[in-house]
């Protein structure tokens, strides 16, 4: 009986170690279990005070938006983008871009919202505005996650712009007309019309002659930058004879061809080039410029090769 109470004694004190042990683990777990909830409740409130920072950020953004899904339905409109395009968010939350093509208010800005170009940047004039529309593939770790589409109303910026280039557009011209009148009285001056001058009286005049060329030339090349951004660069085609160009050309820059010593050498076609439909002044514009380059980057004494020929293949017979 003694043996009996003594193995009996020592089973209830083991017995009780493993589960003073395993009462020590659960605590232990249950404390883990506790700081894991709270870090992940943290985690989530945090998450929750971003979403809504981002929201925020959706809601009051100064352009519109609009978000799509991997399947092009619309998830999400802003305000800015709701008031851009006149519409109701109940009205396109949740249909496939494609749908939207039946509000005939939005229809002319569809197109753009399904380019399928990777990232889109256009401006399209809209009702009463000029928006710049940009669309942009939503990618994450090589999925499609849909699209991102900006709205932004670029009508005031170019109405500023406009402004601008009308007033630089103003000023060039009145500045070429005297420089113009400049021109012809000092050609008048060379031709000996107000009596004869000396030998360096006429050496002045060319020099004046020429700067004076030189800034009309500046004047109307920056005309015609005003003109390409504005979209109004018209051209003048006439049938012309691009050898008799050229030639011109380079007797117009005889001077400086005998000031650094360069020797021109222009290598006419075997045969005639035919006549062929371009503006005149914009080719002669682009030679001058190529002829200017080339004396301008060539040492003295040097030797520039001009050559004509036809390929049969960038210059169609009808014109360009």
Same mark, same amino acid.
């Given at each position: 009986?003694?043996?009996?109470?003594?193995?009996?004694? /020592?089973?209830?004190?083991?017995?009780?170690?493993?589960?003073?042990?395993?009462? =020590?683990?659960?605590?232990?777990?249950?404390?883990?279990?506790?700081?894991?909830?709270?870090?992940?409740?943290?985690?989530?409130? =945090?998450?929750?005070?971003?979403? =809504?920072?981002?929201?925020?950020?959706?809601?009051?953004?100064?352009?519109?938006?609009?978000?799509?899904? %991997?399947?092009?339905?619309?998830?999400?409109?802003?305000?800015?983008? +709701?008031?851009?395009?006149?519409?109701?968010?109940?009205?396109?939350?949740?249909?496939?871009?494609?749908?939207?093509?039946?509000?005939?208010?939005?229809?002319?800005?569809?197109?753009?919202?399904?380019?399928?170009?990777?990232?889109?940047?256009?401006?399209?004039?809209?009702?009463?505005?000029?928006?710049?529309?940009?669309?942009? &593939?939503?990618?994450?770790?090589?999925? =499609?996650?849909?699209?991102?589409?900006?709205?932004?109303?670029?009508?005031?910026?170019?109405?500023? %712009?406009?402004?601008?280039?009308?007033?630089?557009?103003?000023?060039?011209?009145?500045?070429?007309?005297?420089?113009? $009148?400049?021109?012809?009285?000092?050609?008048?001056?060379?031709?000996?019309?107000?009596?004869?001058? @000396?030998?360096?009286?006429?050496?002045?005049? +060319?020099?004046?002659?020429?700067?004076?060329?030189?800034?009309?030339?500046?004047?109307?090349?920056?005309?015609?930058?005003?003109?390409? %951004?504005? $979209?109004?660069?018209?051209?003048?085609?006439? $049938?012309?004879?691009?050898?008799?160009?050229?030639?011109?050309?380079?007797?117009?820059?005889?001077?400086?061809?005998?000031?650094?010593?360069?020797?021109? /050498?222009?290598?006419? &076609?075997?045969?005639?080039? &035919?006549?062929?439909?371009?503006?005149?002044?914009?080719?002669? $514009?682009?030679?001058?410029?190529?002829?200017?380059?080339?004396?301008?980057?060539?040492?003295?004494?040097?030797?520039?090769?001009?050559?004509?020929?036809? @390929?049969?293949?960038?210059?169609? @017979?009808?014109?360009?």
């Amino acid at each position: 009986i003694y043996i009996v109470a003594v193995l009996f004694s /020592v089973v209830i004190f083991f017995a009780g170690c493993y589960f003073f042990v395993k009462i =020590n683990d659960l605590k232990k777990e249950k404390a883990g279990l506790a700081h894991l909830l709270e870090k992940n409740e943290r985690k989530f409130r =945090n998450s929750e005070i971003e979403k =809504n920072r981002i929201y925020e950020v959706f809601l009051h953004f100064r352009d519109g938006i609009l978000v799509a899904d %991997e399947n092009e339905k619309v998830l999400m409109i802003n305000p800015k983008a +709701k008031k851009l395009l006149a519409i109701k968010e109940k009205d396109i939350k949740g249909l496939p871009l494609m749908q939207l093509s039946r509000l005939s208010d939005i229809k002319p800005l569809i197109p753009y919202f399904l380019s399928l170009s990777g990232v889109l940047k256009e401006e399209v004039n809209f009702k009463n505005f000029i928006i710049e529309v940009s669309v942009m &593939p939503l990618i994450f770790s090589v999925n =499609n996650m849909g699209r991102l589409i900006v709205l932004r109303d670029v009508t005031n910026e170019k109405a500023r %712009e406009k402004e601008k280039n009308d007033f630089v557009l103003s000023a060039a011209h009145q500045l070429k007309t005297a420089m113009s $009148s400049a021109k012809w009285s000092l050609k008048m001056f060379l031709d000996g019309d107000f009596g004869k001058l @000396s030998q360096e009286q006429k050496n002045v005049m +060319k020099r004046l002659y020429k700067i004076n060329d030189s800034s009309v030339f500046f004047i109307e090349s920056l005309l015609n930058a005003i003109k390409i %951004e504005d $979209s109004a660069y018209a051209y003048n085609k006439t $049938s012309v004879d691009l050898q008799d160009i050229v030639q011109n050309v380079i007797a117009g820059f005889q001077d400086k061809i005998k000031n650094k010593k360069i020797k021109i /050498v222009f290598k006419k &076609p075997v045969k005639q080039l &035919p006549k062929i439909m371009l503006d005149k002044e914009k080719i002669e $514009s682009v030679i001058q410029n190529l002829l200017d380059n080339a004396l301008k980057y060539t040492g003295v004494g040097a030797v520039i090769e001009v050559s004509l020929e036809n @390929s049969g293949e960038n210059i169609p @017979s009808g014109g360009i």
